[in-house]
């Protein structure tokens, strides 16, 4: 799975998928943020959102001060702009939250290679397991609907025990989806 495959495929995809394209694309955040490996993760590129979900934009920030100020001096008169430092699975972090172009759009920064970070890697094992099992997409996105998020959901789907956030990348490793070297931090949502 390439995750600027699935951002380019967007662009073809449901009428949802073409307007966060576009939505993200005139925003600009893949440009304005280039240098920080941009990747749009979670439930949109991989087809199980839902009519609330957001778009989730990762990227390594080493310089947490740096990342925020840039993101502010960005985003921040966009609708609802709001940001902070948080601390997750032991990594400080750096998350803003606004609405563009009928979206919610949140940016996450952490000193973490994206492809190392827990959004990408919960998106890969579930888009691989959405492949091999193309049933778990509606049930999925009906635990969705009722307010379950997207971890939990695969996990009670397919009676995956624990923590969600971890016991989903166990179970990837367990499947071969994903090596060991795989796994650093991230945020569990």
Same mark, same amino acid.
């Not at 304005?32 to 989730?56: E, F, K, M, Q």
């Given at each position: 799975?390439?995750?600027?495959?699935?951002?380019?495929?967007?662009?073809?995809?449901?009428?949802?998928?073409?307007?966060?394209?576009?939505?993200?694309?005139?925003?600009?955040?893949?440009?304005?943020?280039?240098? !920080?490996?941009?990747?749009?993760? @979670?439930? +949109?590129? =991989?087809?199980?959102?839902?009519?609330?979900?957001?778009?989730?934009?990762?990227?390594?920030?080493?310089?947490?001060?740096?990342?925020?100020?840039?993101?502010?001096?960005?985003?921040?008169?966009?609708?609802? /702009?709001?940001?902070?430092?948080?601390?997750?699975?032991?990594?400080?972090?750096?998350?803003?939250? /606004? /609405?563009?172009?009928?979206?919610?759009?949140?940016? /996450?920064?952490?000193?973490?290679?994206?492809?190392?970070? !827990?959004?990408?890697?919960?998106?890969?094992?579930?888009?691989?397991? +959405?492949?091999?099992?193309?049933?778990?997409?509606?049930?999925?996105?009906?635990?969705?609907?009722?307010?379950?998020?997207?971890?939990?959901?695969?996990?009670?789907?397919?009676?995956?025990?624990?923590?969600?956030?971890?016991?989903?990348?166990?179970?990837?490793?367990?499947?071969? =989806?994903?090596?060991?070297?795989?796994?650093?931090?991230? @945020?569990?949502?």
């Amino acid at each position: 799975m390439k995750v600027n495959k699935l951002f380019e495929e967007m662009q073809y995809g449901s009428r949802k998928q073409k307007d966060a394209y576009t939505a993200i694309h005139e925003l600009g955040v893949f440009e304005d943020l280039a240098h !920080y490996n941009p990747a749009l993760c @979670r439930t +949109l590129p =991989i087809g199980i959102d839902v009519a609330d979900s957001d778009l989730d934009i990762i990227m390594e920030a080493n310089d947490l001060r740096a990342f925020e100020e840039e993101v502010q001096s960005h985003y921040s008169n966009e609708r609802d /702009f709001s940001i902070k430092r948080t601390t997750i699975r032991g990594k400080d972090s750096v998350k803003a939250n /606004f /609405f563009y172009g009928g979206f919610e759009f949140e940016l /996450f920064g952490q000193a973490e290679p994206v492809d190392k970070q !827990y959004a990408y890697i919960h998106m890969k094992i579930e888009y691989e397991l +959405l492949q091999r099992q193309p049933a778990l997409e509606d049930k999925v996105k009906s635990l969705k609907k009722r307010g379950i998020k997207t971890e939990p959901a695969f996990c009670q789907l397919l009676n995956i025990k624990g923590d969600p956030y971890e016991a989903l990348i166990a179970y990837g490793k367990k499947k071969g =989806i994903i090596p060991l070297k795989d796994v650093g931090s991230d @945020r569990a949502g």
